[in-house]
């Protein structure tokens, strides 16, 4: 029983060593000599001179690996305790000033705050989160900026030039406006969309509103499919066909889209096949609505409805 257990540690310590040694995201444990990785010891050392150093990450993966020589080490269990517990901390602190940043108008700074909680624990989702929304204003900001920049030109130009192509730049500046003002509701998608559509009537080369409405059209839709909502995705996914009928990048993706959707649903067919059967079926036939060739579902359809 000692050996296996023995055994067990080892495969456990070469398997983090393994995943240590392969991933970039951590640096390299120098305290560890070779021929030292079964020693505890070594591993609480290095901990220790990592965290002195202020990287919490790699000292909290350093005693991981401890624990997986010595488990039942009490010294070693406190020991990451105490560095969870200060990386919490850490976060919570830089959160804050991050948010406060954010409430100043200062979003490099704030940026800055959220990519250190980032560096203190990859995985915190209220900083993946913000991030996000940083983003989406950052281009929000962006779109709005060209629009001023399309007034500035327009503004600028001669009278004579104003009066042979004001009437279409204007046209445009007005129709982008449009799209902002629907993105700031956001409680009417199908609005929001309609805006967009609009616009690509009047201006089918403005490739920067084309990919807005492929992106916005794909997202509603995965975001319809997770609720369940597959009426309203399969819409979705349509809507886009039709939109870029001959742009054949963009209808690959699409297909892509409607594949995976199939899929998903046939293994939620598989699932519930034994507890309920009638669920299975309705499963199986949205999946050949997302997925026609979906020759798994047709077959599972078709056995079901025979017995």
């Known amino acids: 029983m000692m050996q296996s257990s023995t055994l067990l540690s080892s495969l456990l310590l070469s398997v ?21 990785y079964g020693n505890p010891t070594i591993w609480l050392n290095t901990a220790e001179a990592h965290e002195n150093r202020g990287d919490l990450q790699s000292a909290l993966f350093d005693l991981k690996v401890a624990r997986t020589v010595s488990a039942r080490d009490t010294k070693i269990n406190a020991a990451i305790k105490r560095v969870e517990a200060k990386i919490a901390a850490q976060s919570k602190k830089k959160m804050n000033q991050g948010k406060r940043a954010v409430r100043q108008g200062k979003l490099n700074k704030a940026r800055r705050y ?27 900001a962006s779109m709005k900026k060209k629009v001023a920049v399309s007034n500035r030109n327009y503004n600028n130009r001669t009278r004579r030039s104003k009066l042979a192509k004001g009437f279409e730049e204007e046209a445009y500046i007005y129709s982008r406006q449009e799209i902002l003002q629907a993105q700031d509701k956001q409680t009417n998608p ?54 870029f009928n001959g742009d054949d990048k963009r209808l690959k993706k699409i297909q892509q889209q409607r594949k995976a959707y199939g899929r998903a649903l046939y293994a939620k067919g598989v699932r519930s096949s034994r507890a309920d059967p009638g669920h299975a079926i309705k499963y199986w036939e949205y999946a050949l609505k997302f997925d026609p060739d979906d020759k798994k579902s ?7 409805k025979s017995m």
Not at 26 to 36: F, H, R
């Open 16 to 36: 983090c060593l393994l995943l240590h040694g392969g991933c970039s995201s951590y640096p390299s444990s120098k305290g560890a000599k070779s021929g030292n």
């Open 114 to 140: 959220y990519l250190e909680v980032l560096g203190l624990n990859p995985k915190h989702k209220e900083a993946l989160a913000t991030m996000r929304k940083l983003d989406e204003r950052a281009s929000k």
């Open 190 to 243: 199908a609005e929001y969309l309609k805006e967009i559509e609009t616009h690509l009537k009047k201006f089918p080369k403005d490739k920067e509103v084309r990919d807005l409405l492929s992106k916005t059209l794909l997202i509603h839709a995965n975001t319809a499919f997770e609720e369940e909502k597959y009426s309203d995705a399969l819409s979705y996914l349509e809507q886009a066909e039709r939109a």
């Open 298 to 304: 047709s077959l599972r359809l078709r056995n079901s």
